[in-house]
């Protein structure tokens, strides 16, 4: 009996002392949350080209805002697989973010990676990008339809990011709609207007950014976008949509946070972006890399990832770029 008391005295002290630590705990984790961010905070970037350059414009005003450094580390591979990893793997703490994407499904679906968006919070949109599809000036292809015309009659080779990148996706919906079957080319960083201009592919689906200098040098043509509008930095760029073609294939950009991470934490980080994103500075050295700004809140953004994922599982299904499980 007196075993059986002295168990139950040291139980008892150990569900008081677990309760003490757990009351303690709590207002420890709400002061380190309102102390945010007591160190450099780091920025994971998935992709080079002009998702880098906008990354570090982004990331350096957010020191300011912030008052700590906000360094944007490259973590490339996978289609955003490697990134995304790494981020899921840290701490959820607000000191680790991701400059996500809608790579977020598509890595997911092409089967990259065994986690999806759920596994991270969302923080804020920082804008958009829209693909457009370039080909050389000399070639004869003014429009999509005379693309679509020729495309019919020869098998063309289309540049794109990679197998099942958002380029790749973009692409395949674009020249579904148009009726045509294309020979896709997984090319490197930033080597899209190369690839045209040597000859070894037919056309390139990418960033405005990537083409514009050498479509104002008259050596590409960019002739058509994959959104709804037309893109600011393009204005005589028409949409496929008023070529006939009814797409709407968008990249938006945006910071998520580790899945957990204190609201508080969210909150600053959120308050930092809009005062970056909404700035003049910020919306003028957007524009000369064709990226529209369009900022939304952290309810909003993630409501827009979880419509767009949905869109993209059923895309990639119906293109046979989903892999199956």
């Keep these: 009996m007196k075993n059986l008391f002295s168990r139950k005295r040291i139980v ?23 102390d945010f961010p007591s160190q450099p905070v780091e920025m994971t970037v998935l992709f080079g080209g002009s998702s880098a350059t906008i990354a570090q414009v982004l ?9 700590v450094p906000v360094a944007a580390v490259s973590r490339t591979g996978a ?4 990134g995304y990893s ?21 890595a997911h679906y ?29 070639s004869g292809w003014k429009n999509l339809k005379e693309f679509a015309a020729a495309a019919k009659k020869q098998k063309m080779k289309v540049a794109i990011s990679g197998r099942g990148s958002f ?29 045209l201009l040597a000859g070894r592919v037919d056309a390139a689906l990418q960033w405005p950014s990537q083409f514009k200098a050498q479509a104002d040098a008259g050596q590409l043509r ?11 930095v393009l204005p005589d760029v028409p949409t496929a949509k008023e070529q006939g073609f009814d797409v709407d ?51 909003e953004f993630g409501k827009v990832i979880a419509s767009d994922d949905a869109s993209i599982s059923k895309l990639m299904d119906q293109l046979g770029l989903k892999k199956k499980k």
Excluded: C
């Design 59 to 67: 990331s350096d005003a957010m020191g300011k805002q912030l008052g």
């Design 86 to 106: 790494y981020v899921k793997s840290t701490p959820a703490n607000g000191y680790n973010i991701v400059w996500n994407s809608n790579s977020i499904s598509t």
């Design 249 to 299: 294939t968008v990249m938006w950009r945006g910071i998520a946070v580790p899945k957990g991470t204190p609201k508080e934490v969210v909150a600053k980080i959120e308050d930092a972006v809009k005062k970056v994103v909404t700035s003049a500075d910020f919306k003028e050295r957007s524009a000369k890399l064709g990226f529209e700004p369009a900022f939304l809140p952290a309810s």
């Design 110 to 138: 092409n089967g990259n990676m065994d986690f999806d968006y759920k596994a991270f919070d969302p923080v804020a949109r920082v804008g958009m990008e829209v693909p457009v599809l370039a080909v050389k000036a000399d």
């Design 167 to 195: 380029t790749h996706l973009a692409s395949a919906a674009l020249f579904d709609k148009m009726g045509v079957e294309v020979i896709y080319v997984p090319y490197g960083k930033g080597s899209a207007p190369v690839e």
């Design 222 to 232: 960019i002739i058509a976008a994959t959104s709804t509008e037309r893109v600011p």
């Design 79 to 82: 289609g955003g697989a490697v």
């Design 12 to 34: 008892g002290r150990a569900l008081m002392a677990l309760s003490a630590a757990a009351f303690a705990w709590a207002p420890l984790s709400t002061a380190r949350a309102a």
